[in-house]
């Protein structure tokens, strides 16, 4: 279904034992043969990325929003690690963003719990 909206890439933040637990194993293969370029960063749930990796998937993102690519982060809820990750991508995009207007922005669009990890 996400070919069927032209998504071209997806990055996704849960870990293979996610994926286990959840019951989709295959996830990111299927994603591949269907044609997806995959960027898999798994961090744990409840967990943040570390500055490096951070600083890794916001140049991989930005590369793909700089080439018109229809991209998708996910990770299990949507609401903790993705919406973390958008949000540093608001203020990498944005000068005039405050950090406390890029989470009311993620809260307005997800709801009230997005961005939950206090990390």
């Not at 933040?13 to 293969?29: M, W």
């Not at 299927?30 to 798994?42: D, N």
């Not at 991209?71 to 958008?86: D, E, F, M």
């Not at 207007?101 to 990390?119: C, F, H, V, Y």
Request: aromatic fraction near 6%; charged fraction near 20%.
């Amino acid at each position: 279904e996400l070919k069927n909206y032209g998504t071209q890439d997806i990055f996704v933040l849960c870990t293979r034992g996610e994926l286990l637990k959840y019951r989709v194993p295959n996830l990111i293969d299927t994603y591949q043969q269907h044609g997806i370029c995959v960027h898999h960063y798994p961090i744990p749930d409840g967990n943040v990325p570390d500055i490096a990796k951070c600083c890794k998937i916001l140049e991989e993102l930005r590369s793909c929003l700089e080439s018109n690519r229809k991209t998708i982060i996910h990770c299990y809820g949507g609401l903790g690690r993705s919406c973390l990750i958008a949000a540093c991508l608001l203020l990498q995009l944005s000068d005039a963003l405050a950090p406390q207007q890029a989470i009311d922005t993620l809260r307005n669009l997800r709801g009230s719990g997005a961005i939950q990890t206090i990390k």
